[in-house]
């Protein structure tokens, strides 16, 4: 097996010639041609050393060297950074090394072996310095890789697992067959995916039958999975599972695999089906680590169904988990059950797990980090800190591009997109989710085609366009429905589409979606949902001229609102109420609601949408307030609050939620520089 570090533009393997033109490499001759024996012996060893500094060389060549030394740099053939040396172009590094012999070579890079100062670089130089298979010097060298791999280098990992290849006898089977797979998966993580499936391929024609070729196979699928997209591994794990057997814990990854690959591009519950098969493989096996992330599998899916988190068995998950030294595990038991936690809205407790598994993570320079960012993107925006959700989504999105992780970037840019989208940065959500939906539809993603809809149908809702908004909401929601995600959590198309229906006047089909949804949760005690839904509720009662009902639902989607944490839909239920205060004539009530809803969009950064608030207020009519000038509805209420009455007394006299008194309570607060209620008193008493 031949390195290939040249084609991705890195480091070159010692004696790895770049390509190049007759001409260039004429050039580059000329310029080695004019060397002397000393300068020529420095750039050797120069070449042959993965990071060489001046005490190093002078090692090899075993005297000073600064007569060579400084004709290599007066050439322009070295350069000199501190103690450290380095080509002044890769082709020249290259050229150096290719005009030795290969004997030669070898005598240098076996000499090196002896004075190099780590483990791993003399791994690397014995490996150099061997021409023939040899079992001893490619176990040293697999080790080498392991240690450089654990340590986060990826592009030297990936080296040392190539020259460990190449020193396994063709007789060693089981090692070689290893080495190769572990070859490939290095290559995937320094961001070469297309070389890993092309040893990966080449390994399948080679692997025997049975378990042999089904772990193979199933390595494959996960770096199609990763670098192409998870519908084209799907076919390939279900050949892997054809031929595993009875090894129980490969048909337990294999399955684990196969039920995000399915739930992915066909339907979650048949997803959830392999899930329970790999908690069933995985329990015939005495591995902590493979049943701990079966049953993670089994819980997220569980839960994406619409039937809650179950709690024995994330427990059991965790647990497990936490037995383990290299806690967290890659996308296992802690992430799972952060994401229900996320989608069921217990956010404090989500974030708690996520930011330790994030540091966990970070330490050891995992590339799964980008997994607790993105987690960690949708749980702020949903807080509303919408300016640390856009940077955890960029900082994911980085990490995604450094690890070299291609596959399913169209749900990896959802929570980018859709944070840009309510912070009103409209051409670059609508760039963001127009891209990733082309890619999802072209990868068979369906999760993610929903998504990126969702994020297009809120842009037009944003804007006032309730149509153009149904054309993108109703096709997100067709997805959801046709892969069971049943989960309210999960809904993000779940107000945007009712709100819309109400707005062109669908009526009874939002009726219909509601009573579905509102049973489902009531059912799992969605406060999320519950208050969306109450508020959607009120909006219907309203078209039809329930004024009544109408309120009662508002009310009841707020008392919903304070046992959850969602600012954004929070405001938008105050503007729902606000606008229906408005046109039932209640003048002061409606003020005081949509200034409540104008203040928290504006602290939210929720631009179009304070500009609707904006609107609905320039309806009422009236002067409006200077910045830190109490409002009419502010003086209203304190006015109240002074002649000693409670929040719910001045709620019931000027109609509104007792909720909106305390908002406005704590504005009054913050602009007149009072502390309490008998400040308050005391000062507008001294004013009269």
């Not at 791999?149 to 990826?154: D, L, S």
């Not at 839960?303 to 998950?317: K, T």
Request: glycine share 6%; with cysteine.
């Amino acid at each position: 097996m031949q390195a290939h570090s040249s084609a991705k533009g890195g480091a070159l393997a010692p004696g790895e010639a770049l390509p190049t033109t007759p001409d260039l490499d004429g050039l580059v001759r000329a310029r080695l041609d004019n060397l002397g024996a000393a300068a020529l012996e420095v750039a050797r060893a120069v070449a042959a050393l993965a990071d060489p500094t001046v005490a190093l060389v002078e090692s090899a060549v075993g005297r000073r060297v600064d007569a060579g030394l400084a004709e290599t740099l007066a050439a322009r053939i070295l350069e000199l950074d501190g103690e450290r040396l380095r080509f002044t172009h890769p082709l020249l590094g290259s050229a150096v090394a290719t005009r030795q012999t290969p004997r030669r070579r070898r005598l240098l890079h076996a000499l090196l072996a002896t004075i190099v100062p780590t483990a791993e670089e003399r791994a690397r130089q014995l490996a150099l310095a061997t021409a023939m298979p040899d079992p001893e010097i490619a176990a040293v060298v697999e080790e080498a890789s392991e240690n450089v791999h654990a340590r986060g280098a990826a592009a030297a990992a990936a080296e040392l697992a190539e020259l460990a290849v190449r020193l396994t006898p063709p007789a060693d089977v089981e090692d070689l067959r290893r080495r190769v797979l572990d070859c490939a998966d290095r290559h995937r993580e320094e961001g070469d995916g297309r070389l890993a499936i092309a040893q990966l391929e080449q390994a399948c024609t080679t692997a025997p039958q049975g378990a042999a070729r089904a772990a193979v196979l199933s390595r494959l699928a996960r770096t199609v999975s990763v670098v192409v997209g998870p519908r084209e591994a799907v076919a390939l794990y279900h050949e892997a599972l054809a031929e595993a057997g009875g090894d129980d814990a490969l048909v337990a990854e294999i399955q684990l695999s196969l039920a995000d690959a399915v739930s992915e591009t066909e339907d979650r519950s048949r997803g959830l089906v392999h899930a329970e098969l790999a908690v069933q493989a995985a329990s015939r096996v005495d591995v902590a680590a493979l049943r701990s992330n079966a049953l993670a599998a089994f819980g997220l899916l569980h839960f994406s169904n619409g039937r809650g988190i179950p709690h024995e068995r994330m427990a059991e998950a965790l647990a497990l988990e936490r037995s383990l030294p290299q806690w967290p595990l890659t996308g296992a038991a802690t992430w799972s059950f952060a994401f229900q936690l996320v989608w069921s809205g217990e956010l404090e407790r989500a974030r708690i797990l996520l930011e330790e598994s994030r540091e966990a993570l970070n330490a050891r320079d995992d590339p799964e980090q980008a997994q607790a960012l993105w987690l960690l993107s949708i749980l702020e925006w949903r807080a509303g800190n919408w300016e640390l959700a856009a940077r955890h989504a960029a900082d994911s999105l980085t990490l995604r591009e450094h690890f070299g992780r291609g596959g399913l970037q169209p749900v990896m840019e959802l929570p980018a997109a859709m944070i840009a989208a309510h912070q009103g940065r409209i051409g670059d959500a609508r760039d963001r989710s127009e891209r990733a939906l082309a890619l999802a539809e072209a990868d068979g993603v369906r999760i993610a085609q929903s998504g990126h809809r969702c994020v297009l149908g809120c842009i037009e809702l944003s804007l006032g366009d309730a149509a153009a908004a149904l054309e993108y909401l109703e096709r997100a929601w067709e997805i959801r429905d046709d892969v069971q995600l049943l989960e309210p959590g999960h809904r993000l198309e779940l107000a945007d589409t009712l709100e819309a229906l109400i707005a062109v006047g669908r009526l009874d089909d939002a009726e219909q979606r509601l009573l579905t949804w509102e049973e489902r949760s009531r059912k799992l005690d969605r406060s999320w949902a519950l208050a969306i839904l109450a508020r959607c509720r009120g909006l219907l009662l309203a078209a039809r001229g329930d004024l009544e009902g109408a309120f009662t639902s508002f009310e009841r989607a707020l008392a919903e609102h304070a046992r959850t944490t969602d600012p954004f839909q929070h405001a938008r239920t105050l503007l729902a109420l606000g606008r229906t205060q408005r046109r039932a004539k209640r003048r002061g009530a409606a003020r005081a609601t949509l200034e409540d809803a104008l203040a928290r969009f504006e602290t939210l950064g929720a631009p179009l949408w304070a500009e609707q608030a904006r609107a609905e207020l320039a309806r009422i009519g009236g002067r409006a307030p200077s910045r830190g000038e109490l409002t009419e509805a502010e003086q209203r209420i304190a006015a109240l609050v002074g002649e000693g009455r409670t929040n719910r007394e001045v709620a019931a006299a000027l109609f509104v939620a007792e909720r909106t008194v305390e908002a406005a309570l704590t504005r009054v607060y913050s602009k007149l520089g009072v502390r309490s209620r008998s400040e308050l008193a005391h000062l507008l008493a001294a004013k009269t």
